[in-house]
């Protein structure tokens, strides 16, 4: 299991931004897949953002236009750019990467989760 170590959650007025951090060990090899979920309270976990090694990107409709994946390559490095929060975007957030190695089944690997609170 890869330790995945997030940062960048906190407090934030709506419209306001923040910035997610994801990074893996710097000896992982073979990230393939990385991701943003949330689990608002209450709910279950949903998709927030995913992007490829090739950095094609995929959104929740109801970020779209709002929140920007990226990653770096060279860091093992996930960010998720935040603008014009909303009440409902308060969530844990945990990030995920996905590990595959040739001729073996791929493997997810979660951060522990970092808490986005939109004050109302």
């Known amino acids: 299991q890869v330790q995945l170590m997030e940062s960048g959650g906190g407090l934030v007025h709506p419209g306001g931004s923040l910035r997610l951090s994801c990074v893996a060990p710097?000896?992982?090899?073979?990230?393939?897949?990385m991701g943003w979920y949330r689990q608002p309270p209450g709910e279950g976990r949903e998709l927030v953002a995913t992007?490829?090694?090739?950095?094609?990107?995929n959104y929740a409709d109801s970020v779209q236009g709002r929140f920007t994946i990226s990653r770096d390559n060279a860091k093992n490095t996930v960010y998720l750019q935040m603008n014009n929060l909303k009440f409902e975007d308060t969530a844990t957030y945990y990030c995920k990467m996905r590990t595959m190695v040739p001729f073996d089944r791929p493997y997810d690997h979660w951060g522990q989760g970092t808490q986005v609170t939109v004050l109302t």
């Open positions: 710097e000896s992982t090899r073979n990230i393939e897949d």
């Open positions: 992007i490829t090694r090739r950095r094609t990107t």
